[in-house]
């Protein structure tokens, strides 16, 4: 059983390239998450799906997009990387849209130069 | 959505109980809380989750008075892998389905 499932772990971007940071999960849940962790902070909501076929923004939307591709997959992408975007992205995962216990992935350190 | 506060960081010593007190005023009536664990370069690990008086499982135990507008996470005899940072959270309706971290607590633990 592998949870939560990020690809890549590293990447490396110049300024201006895109790039989609991949999240799947096994465990048949409805809600997924993104987030992103500077050092030294706590995490920030980039987007949410409470449920397959739902978006919606969360604290830091700007600069990015998500896909809820299907129950298993939410993909986020960068269109245009910024050095401020240089972070740790984490996808979460879990059953239900409240009250439930959330399964956080293994994170995605992006650098943007 | 309830905001939480809790201390930047926290030092103790290998053996001894620490707690972990969270503040959420504006708790609403059918809001949950729950703490996480995060170590380093690791996603965030559920620890414990509740309502209303106390709650224990093998790893913590939560302890919620009546007013329910803070909360106290107890680590029982803490050991040197217990340093990590722990986030209060509140979670239900006044969310809206998002799952909001604040700063944390950055525990230290000391031999």
């Known amino acids: 059983n592998a949870g939560v499932t990020q690809t890549p772990k590293f990447q490396v971007l110049k300024t201006g390239q895109s790039m989609t940071l991949q999240c799947a999960q096994d465990?048949?849940?409805?809600?997924m998450y993104w987030y992103r962790q500077d050092p030294g902070m706590g995490l920030r909501l980039i987007y949410y799906s409470a449920s397959e076929g739902t978006t919606d923004k969360g604290e830091v939307p700007n600069g990015y997009n998500v896909s809820r591709l299907n129950k298993r997959e939410f993909s986020l992408r960068l269109e245009s990387a910024a050095p401020s975007q240089t972070s740790v992205y984490f996808c979460a995962s879990r059953e239900g849209f409240m009250n439930t216990e959330a399964f956080f992935g293994q994170g995605t350190r992006l650098t943007v130069v | 959505l309830a905001k939480t506060t809790q201390p930047i960081s926290m030092d103790s010593y290998e053996g001894q109980e620490v707690n972990i007190t969270c503040s959420h005023n504006n708790i609403a009536t059918n809001d949950y809380i729950t703490w996480y664990q995060q170590f380093p370069s690791q996603g965030p690990r559920f620890i414990i989750q509740g309502y209303k008086t106390k709650v224990t499982n093998e790893v913590a135990s939560l302890f919620i008075p009546a007013d329910r507008k803070s909360s106290t996470l107890s680590l029982p005899r803490v050991s040197l892998s217990d340093t990590a940072v722990y986030y209060c959270?509140?979670?239900?309706?006044?969310?809206?389905?998002?799952?909001?971290f604040g700063s944390g607590t950055r525990l230290s633990i000391r031999p």
């Open positions: 465990m048949n849940h409805n809600s």
């Open positions: 959270l509140v979670d239900g309706y006044s969310s809206a389905s998002k799952i909001i």
